[in-house]
C-alpha cells in the first residue's frame, strides 16, 4: 500500500501549508483526506476525524508531514496525541487510549500497516 505514495510524497508535501499538523488549515485537512483516500477510523464514530485522517496518512505513506520516515509505533502515538490534544479531557482521554491501544495490539492494524489490509480502529 505505502509504495505507492513513494513517488508523490515530497510534491504533495509541498502542497501543504505546514509540516505542523497543529497549524494545519482546514484546506490541508482537505488535501491530505483526498490524498489518502481516507475513509476516517473504519468501523467506529468520528468522534475526532482529523485524527483518523492523520492517522491514515502515517499507515498509508510511512512519512511525517516533514518527509522523515516513521514506524508504526511512532504513527501509533501520534495518534493517541492528536486525539487527546483534540479532546477536552486531553491526556486522560479514555478514548485515546483505547483507540491507541486497538492500533496497537490488533493484528489486523499490523497488517494495515504492512500494506496488506486496510483497516484502521
Not at 515530497?10 to 502542497?15: M, N, S, V
Not at 501520534?78 to 490488533?106: D, E, T
Request: proline share 3%; with cysteine; charged share 25%.
Amino acid at each position: 500500500m505505502f509504495e505507492e505514495y513513494e513517488p508523490s510524497i515530497q510534491w504533495f508535501l509541498g502542497k501543504l501549508s505546514t509540516d505542523d499538523p497543529d497549524k494545519f488549515t482546514q484546506h490541508d485537512w482537505d488535501l491530505v483526506h483526498a490524498y489518502t483516500k481516507s475513509d476516517g477510523c473504519t468501523g467506529v464514530i468520528d468522534f475526532y476525524i482529523h485524527a483518523c485522517i492523520e492517522h491514515d496518512f502515517y499507515f498509508r505513506t510511512h512519512h511525517d508531514f516533514s518527509g522523515k520516515v516513521i514506524s508504526f509505533y511512532e504513527a501509533n502515538k501520534r495518534f493517541r496525541i492528536r486525539i487527546q490534544r483534540l479532546s477536552r479531557l486531553g491526556l486522560i482521554s479514555p478514548l485515546s487510549w483505547v483507540r491507541w491501544l486497538a492500533v496497537c495490539s490488533l493484528p489486523q492494524a499490523r497488517r494495515a500497516w504492512d500494506g496488506k489490509k486496510s483497516c484502521h480502529v
